[in-house]
């Protein structure tokens, strides 16, 4: 029984380096390949929408209602080149989001049959609501939705 001896060699020598450009092109090969092979249906706004809910809607059943809330926040936008743009309010939403991109891409590039799809989470902290706790800010919150709420107090004389 005679073994075959794979034959080894050093990367820092001539023969080493041609072997790793010949690796090398063969892999740039390989890419442009898979690159043809991609699936790159075109996208719809509204079908995009639809099966993100979808998505959204999948998580809610399995109990991940964390990550359904945080996808459900924005709907997201989409440009030509097929990137996904979406907006949150803070960064721990975005890196939750990151996290769990894999799934998400590998669904929507499913059902919506492109392989070029990719999502950019932009985090936007003016999308940040300010809370109203005291009595005053509640009336000028009122005062702004309805003017006529300043005139009651004022003929009424009440207090906040």
Do not use: C
């Not at 898979?34 to 509204?46: I, N, P």
């Not at 989409?78 to 891409?105: C, G, H, S, W, Y």
């Not at 070029?116 to 902290?125: F, P, R």
């Amino acid at each position: 029984m005679e073994l075959k001896q794979e034959h080894r060699v050093s990367g820092l020598s001539l023969a080493g380096m041609a072997l790793q450009k010949k690796h090398r092109e063969e892999k740039a090969q390989q890419k442009t390949k898979s690159e043809e092979h991609k699936r790159a249906k075109e996208v719809s706004l509204e079908e995009l929408h639809v099966h993100w809910n979808n998505y959204i809607a999948q998580l809610d059943a399995k109990g991940k209602k964390i990550m359904a809330a945080n996808l459900n926040m924005d709907q997201p936008q989409i440009n030509e080149a097929f990137l996904m743009i979406m907006t949150v309010p803070n960064q721990i939403i975005q890196q939750e989001i990151d996290r769990n991109k894999f799934e998400l891409l590998q669904f929507l590039r499913d059902k919506l049959e492109n392989d070029h799809l990719d999502l950019q989470v932009i985090v936007k902290e003016e999308m940040n609501e300010k809370y109203i706790f005291t009595p005053e800010e509640k009336y000028k919150k009122m005062v702004e939705q309805n003017p006529s709420i300043a005139l009651l107090k004022d003929t009424f004389d009440l207090d906040y």
